[in-house]
């Protein structure tokens, strides 16, 4: 018996130049999986970075240099819908009818809206920011989604999503799928070489914690030669009294395929300095082939333009449908 493919959406911000390892770890690597057994649609949120100024140049520039690099990480655009958020006219739409089924006080329930805010005080904070989730959620209502690839900072999004998309139906009849969130599990969470208790994050203080996939070998060795590690001289995983050992494990583990006990037996006797060039190593070669594949695919401007139209051809067409659909229970009359 075939089962009809699971819906699976999933976003991503072009915020910066290159992806680092934790969202290929965390993230980009259970898009690859999903995009076998599912129907899957991934999108580079453009429209979301917006809640921070951003220069023209640059963000175009992520935004390619974002498809560039899920693709030559193994994005299959045979396999899933691959598409920038603001070439779906539907997203804007649907987000503004999420925005008014939205409480006032739902949303400033969102604690990544409250940290942020406060963070910047009220008159930096743009209401963009506000409204962020209800972006979110069209994006996830518009493809009848069932799950929802996220991190765990995401759930809450997910489960507003979850309230809105079942308020909807029950006044205006089933018109979305509610969703249910995937959380990835910190099955492989990569942590900040310098600060092995904090997360691999590009907003952390210094940029020696992060390994990006598109740095150079040379700069990417130096920062795993020059990781945090303890006094000990033992290779092994616990992440209480061995934190920066453990997270190198983990990055080998994530990137060899290696179990975390067969690399603990494999490098049992040995130093710090043999496991560091071991890790540096992996991490390169697996690094080098991306980095290449994405520089390639820069450079061939025609067919990353030629993917993308494709890919928001797919997207608008079940984005259209649902929007139509939801307009009309709404009882806003079609163009003639
Ligand atoms: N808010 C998500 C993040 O910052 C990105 C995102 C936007 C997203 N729209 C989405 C994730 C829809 C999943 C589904 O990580």
Known sequence: MTEAKKRVLSGIQPTSDSFHLGNYVGAV????????????????????SLTVEQDPTLLRKRTLTSVAQLLALGLDP???TLFVQSQVPAHNQLAWIMECV????????????????????????????????????????????NFVPVGEDQRQHVELTRDLATRFNSKYGKSFVV??????????????????????????????????????????????????TDTGREIL???TNKAG????????????????????NEFAGKGYGDFKGAVAEVVVETLRP???????????GNHLASVLKQGAEKASEVADATVKHVYEVLGLIPRA
Request: proline share 3%.
């Open 237 to 239: 995983f616990d992440e």
């Open 290 to 300: 991306v980095r290449d594949k994405t520089n390639e695919l820069l450079s061939d």
């Open 78 to 80: 045979e396999k899933c």
């Open 245 to 264: 050992i453990s997270n190198l494990l983990t990055i080998h583990s994530a990137l060899s395929g290696k179990s975390i006990s067969e690399l603990e």
């Open 179 to 228: 969703p249910e969130p995937y959380i990835m599990k910190a099955t492989a969470k990569i942590y900040d070489l310098q600060d092995p208790t904090s997360k691999m994050s590009k907003s952390a203080d210094s940029a020696s914690g992060l390994i990006d996939l598109l740095d150079t070998p040379e700069v990417n060795t130096k920062k795993i030669k020059s990781a945090v």
């Open 102 to 145: 939205t409480g006032f006080g739902e949303a400033s329930r969102m604690t990544q809206f409250k940290d942020k805010s406060q963070k910047n005080g009220n008159d930096r904070t743009v209401v963009g920011l506000f409204t962020y989730p209800m972006l979110m959620a069209a994006d996830i209502l518009l493809y009848q989604t």
């Open 29 to 48: 690597k259970n898009w690859i999986t999903m995009q076998e057994e599912n129907d899957a649609f991934y999108c580079v949120v453009d429209l979301h």
